[in-house]
């Protein structure tokens, strides 16, 4: 068998491989010393630790790269939430104005059976109280959205960009 064959099988078989499971596996017949000084000689345990370090290496790197995709998305969702919280929270402060640019009282000019004008006063649908609930709400909802993204943003940049560091 090639060399180069038995390398491969080597790096499918894993870490671990012993010289006596090679001898059975691909060798047959062939003597364990013999295989020691293949071993030896063509250095297959060195290049099966090499290969087995280079596939952890590409193994952490792809499941970085699945980790850092799943952020990215998540990240996504959190900042469309935080646009509508947002949004919400402006159309309640707006609400609030239009309420505020409004009397309480809705007065109404009407006239009897004799014809004559009666002045008619209505109360609004809605109090100054109701109107200060509603004030907060929307500024809760506004500063939740706030510091949502605030706290997602200063999270992105506090996270150093990983090294390099695949030396051993």
Known sequence: ????????????????????????????????TLMERWSSRFGWAQRAAA?????????????????????????????????????LAEKVLDRVEQMLAFPLIETA??????????????????SFTTAWELAQLGDRILRQSLQSASEQYSSHFSHPAPEDDFED
């Open 51 to 87: 290969w087995n370090q280079q596939q952890a290496r590409v193994f952490a790197a792809e499941h970085e790269q699945r980790q850092r995709e799943r952020a990215v998305v998540e990240a996504r969702k959190l900042k469309d939430v935080n646009e509508r919280r947002y949004q």
């Open 1 to 32: 068998m090639h060399l180069d064959r038995i390398v491969l099988l080597l790096r499918r078989l894993g870490p671990g491989t012993v010289v006596r499971a090679l001898n059975e596996v691909i060798l047959e017949g062939k003597s364990e």
């Open 109 to 126: 000019i009407e006239t009897d059976d004799s014809g004559r004008p009666i002045t008619i006063l209505r109360p609004a649908k809605w």
